[in-house]
């Protein structure tokens, strides 16, 4: 069930960035928080698995959201909006 989840998880933030976004914050703080328990699994796969979804929004942040950039997409927006209400979102 554990793969199954991280899974889903995975082809959410990669494909459907959309869906994931435009969750309301408290949901995608929940989800951040599951990838990063995912991280910390001692299974490699999932552990992997976890780290290439985080940085595949973490990509997309750096893409979309830079200082002084106008933001368009309503995806980055959102993202730009749950970071600034969660600022530990994503930990060092």
Known sequence: LTHSYFDLLEVLCNSHKNFILNMVTSTFAHIIGSLE???KILDFNISTQC???VDNLTAFYFNNITVGKI???PSAINLARHIAECPNLFPE
């Open 37 to 39: 328990s995912g991280i």
């Open 51 to 53: 780290a290439s979804t």
């Open 71 to 73: 933001l368009t997409l």
